[in-house]
């Protein structure tokens, strides 16, 4: 079975340009998590689906980001415009809705490393 | 608000040495504490966890044990191998709430030499 997959793996955009990341969660996996790690800091939560509402987006940072959830599959995460402070690594994780609202693990892809020059 | 702090690294060991990565958190409640690993281009994988009070999680030969007293959940290993090498990350999942969100510390990078 596939695991988390996000594209791109790397991305080097300008300050000032548009970058969009993609992340497909295991089939199945009504959660979606997007995480950021700056370089040497903690990974940083930003936001949580389920399905294709969006049940917690208190760590997104500014309006500069948006993320979708078209139709409950695969997600996408837009910067626009990206600034030097956003680069970092964009983790992306699924996980299944537990019983009861119970939770369950999640598994994480490989991450996105974007550098905003 | 909830937080999780870790010993920064780099740790570098010789093979079959002990390891230690301290990790203490704040939080209300009764959280489930996590470990996970980086290895070398890869992305995360839940090494181990535990989920509630002198609860030990366990490995691949890792163990950490929840400390409610010293709000704690040190990663151990009594003896490393070079494959051991990678970012571990030390995170907690508060109690309750809607979301499920995972809160991480900054990582520690683990380097095992020959």
């Known amino acids: 079975e596939a695991g988390v997959t996000q594209f791109p793996s790397h991305s080097v955009i300008e300050k000032g340009q548009t970058v969009t990341l993609r992340c497909d969660p295991i089939?199945?996996?009504?959660?979606l998590y997007w995480y950021r790690r700056v370089m040497g800091k903690e990974i940083k939560f930003l936001l949580h689906?389920?399905?294709?509402?969006?049940?917690?987006e208190s760590g997104m940072p500014n309006n500069r980001f948006l993320a979708e959830r078209t139709g409950g599959t695969y997600s996408t995460l837009k910067v626009q415009p990206a600034e030097l402070e956003d680069s970092g690594v964009y983790f992306c994780a699924s996980s299944a809705l537990g019983a009861g609202g119970g939770n369950t693990e999640a598994f994480f892809g490989q991450g996105t490393r974007l550098t905003v020059v | 608000g909830n937080s999780v702090t870790q010993m920064e690294g780099p740790v570098t060991l010789s093979e079959e040495a002990f390891l230690t990565i301290n990790c203490t958190y704040t939080?209300?409640?009764?959280?489930?504490l996590f470990w996970y690993v980086q290895y070398p281009g890869e992305g995360l994988q839940l090494l181990l966890k535990a989920t509630k009070a002198d609860d030990k999680g366990s490995n691949k030969g890792f163990e950490a044990t929840y400390r409610k007293e010293t709000t704690s959940f040190h990663l151990e290993k009594g003896s490393v191998q070079v494959s051991d090498s990678a970012v571990y990350f030390c995170?907690?999942?508060?109690?309750?709430?809607?979301?499920?969100?995972?809160?991480f510390g900054t990582g520690t990078l683990l380097a095992v030499q020959p």
């Open positions: 995170a907690l999942r508060g109690q309750g709430g809607a979301t499920n969100k995972l809160i």
């Open positions: 689906f389920v399905k294709e509402s969006k049940q917690d």
């Open positions: 939080a209300t409640g009764y959280p489930s």
């Open positions: 089939s199945g996996h009504d959660n």
